[in-house]
């Protein structure tokens, strides 16, 4: 494996709005990432029949047995999922589709799994200036099937102008197109969250398991209103990490998390009728 992020993937991105990297996590990394997210969820659901609830997990409210939705503050878990976000060839690549100097901005885990009402509505995952690049990056441990809950894209979308209401229109009049976008274990697909995006419910046995990590120029995140100096300054000392070739211990994890920060929410659209 490498991690080899060219030109071609960085004019694919800037054109496209998204790309995948095949296969660029190695094996070990995947099968532990695996094991570790297992262990993860398992935690969340025995402390869920504890009773002990956690602002940072969404469990899905209408399955039966609950199950995980999804897990934030991940790098809490497990050591393994620190591995993946610092790995310098990958920062690297990062880098060169963002352009700049490069900030994490959070670390969640998406769990699709039948039973759950995992729909994802079309969205945008937040609203940015024309000029930043901001970008989500899916670690996939998991197939992810074009005929099940695969990430579904509007191609071009995060240059188009138009709402999401107008991309649910224009795709139901068939003037825009949306594909499936499958990934294997190890893929990683980059989008930018400004690019029209959804996922359908999983229907089949199985869960489809989705590494999420975001991260921001850091000139838009100099400027950013939300972001406190002392957020902005443990981010990036979160990434000198990767340099030392190193992971952060459980203190400056909880360090890390203990700085409270309000991201933007996610763009849908949402209609109201008329009484
Ligand atoms: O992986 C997916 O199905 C999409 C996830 C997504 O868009 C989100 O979590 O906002």
Redesign the pocket.
Known sequence: MSINIDEHHVRHFRENGFVVLKGCLPEALVKALQTASACTIDRALSDYHAGIISSQIAYSSNSNPPSVFRINQLLHSDPVFSQALLQPELLNGLKAVIGEPIVPMYESL?I?EAGQNSE?GW?W?MKREQSDVIITV?IYLDHSDASQ?A?CVIPGSHKMSGDICYFEDELAAGRLKAIEVEAQPGDVIIHDVMLA?S?KARKEAGQRK?I?FEFRSLSHVNKNPRLSQAWIDKRIELLEYASHDTVPDSQFISELYALSVNLEA?HYCFRFEQI
């Open positions: 998406l699709k994802i969205h995952d899916g809950d990430l995006h996922s989705t999420y996610g």
